[in-house]
């Protein structure tokens, strides 16, 4: 099995998993799984670090704009070259299984991060040469309008066209977890694949933009006792391949994931220090119970997997 890749937004972190490219339940479909594979290539290169430059610019500039007058202007980021994404999208577009839905959101995405792509280099032209001393920030204010509307197109196509991609590969992940069942039996490779779609749910419900507590709850719950079953498993059969470091890192996501749920639950504000830890990006990951910290667990969860949770 081919290593997962995995794709993480900077501020949310919602998380995908590429398809395998011979697993048992897709081997009878592997233009879906091509086709799926170039939109979730598209995200792994230019999600990211699309965010991450939202959140370098509003890390100093006012939600309504630079005004000249800050104390550090640290500009913003630029992406990646997109006309890959485009190009792959409109290829995969083509391939069977046709579906309308996904199709167009993955072209609304390639559209978008395409006009992103333009609009941050221009605006990192004009901070990287600090144009705004000599102008008194006058582009940066018309600037301003402009990026927030990318990134806010940029975000919504991006959260389209990930629910798009969770819906078909849940539905495929479920059916390769059935056929690993019936051929395999409980084994060593149920138990990973199990637990990595468990972790996949319980990542997709605690960052969506509106947190449904008993979701939360019941996710969390699922994923626990999924856990808990390969441990022991793995505990009763020492020549099984699910790895310590594998289930030490399942273990830290769940950790993770439950102080996330308390602290929305209990509405738990983050200290001082914790703002400003979490304004950094960089650092976020450092506070307990944060979107950020989630991320950081579930990304090495996944390379726990790649690294040898599967075969």
Known sequence: MKSIRFISVAIVAAVLLALPGAGLATAQVPS???????????????????????????????KKGPTGKERIIYGLYTIYDTAPCKRDVEKANALEPRDAALETA??????????????????????????????????????????????????????????????????????????IERTEGIKDRYHIEAVMLSAKRLMRVQTASEPDIKAIAKALDDYE?????????????????????????????????????RRVRDKVPYSQGDKMMLNTGSGAWMV?????????DYNQLIGSYNRGGNF
């Open 32 to 62: 879906l799984t091509e086709k799926l594979n170039a939109y979730i290539g598209c995200i792994n290169r230019l999600s990211e670090r699309s965010y991450s430059s939202r959140q370098r610019y509003f890390s100093w500039a006012d």
């Open 106 to 179: 993955a072209s609304n995405y390639a559209e978008a991060v395409g006009l992103l792509e333009g609009l941050l280099k221009e605006a990192d032209d004009y901070y990287t040469q600090e144009n705004y001393k000599d102008d008194k920030m006058a582009k940066g204010r018309a600037l301003h309008p402009r990026l927030v509307a990318a990134w806010d197109a940029f975000a919504q196509a991006d959260v389209k066209l990930r629910a798009g991609i969770d819906e078909l590969q849940d539905i495929m992940a479920a059916q390769r977890i059935a056929e």
């Open 225 to 261: 006792a999924i856990l808990k079953a390969t441990d022991t498993y793995a505990g009763e059969n020492k020549s099984s391949k699910v790895g310590s470091m594998f289930i030490s890192s399942a273990k830290s996501f769940l950790t993770t994931a439950k102080q996330l749920m």
């Open 288 to 296: 307990e119970g944060s979107p950020a910290r989630l991320t950081r």
